[in-house]
Nanobody
Framework: VHLQASGGGLVQPGGSLRLSCAAT????????IGWFRQAPGKEREPVSCISGDDDGKTYYADFVKGRFTISKDNAKNTVYLQMNSLKPENTAVYYCRTRPALPCTAQAMGVLQRISGSWGPGTLVTVSS
């Protein structure tokens, strides 16, 4: 499954952006999709995920709880990450990733983070005044 992240850009502190993760095939009803970020000089880390099932299960890293919302549109094969109240420390390249049989949990996100393979170019989010 190939995923393409988009929607990044330059935004002022306190602003909002909506990232999109488009899948090349209809997988959103089967696979959990995770969002990750890599800030300059730092390791890549999990941000959020959404379950492939219709249970609506989601996960958020502590540093985004209450500000970011993940959602999906199965008809468009797309997962969204709505980011509000952005801070300069949210500046990073954001990636989306999936693997079969992984659920949407903090532990699974750690596994997904460590799996070898391409991450693609991601989408750059810059929060700056």
């Amino acid at each position: 499954v190939h995923l393409q992240a988009s929607g990044g850009g330059l935004v002022q502190p306190g602003g909002s952006l909506r990232l999109s993760c488009a899948a090349t095939e209809s997988t959103l009803g089967y696979f959990a999709i995770g969002w990750f970020r890599q800030a300059p000089g730092k390791e890549r880390e999990p941000v959020s995920c959404i379950s492939g099932d219709d249970d609506g299960k989601t996960y958020y890293a502590d540093f985004v709880k209450g500000r970011f919302t993940i959602s999906k549109d199965n008809a468009k094969n797309t997962v969204y990450l709505q980011m509000n109240s952005l801070k300069p420390e949210n500046t990073a390249v954001y990636y989306c990733r999936t693997r079969p049989a992984l659920p949407c949990t903090a532990q699974a996100m750690g596994v997904l983070q460590r799996i070898s393979g391409s991450w693609g170019p991601g989408t750059l989010v810059t929060v700056s005044s």
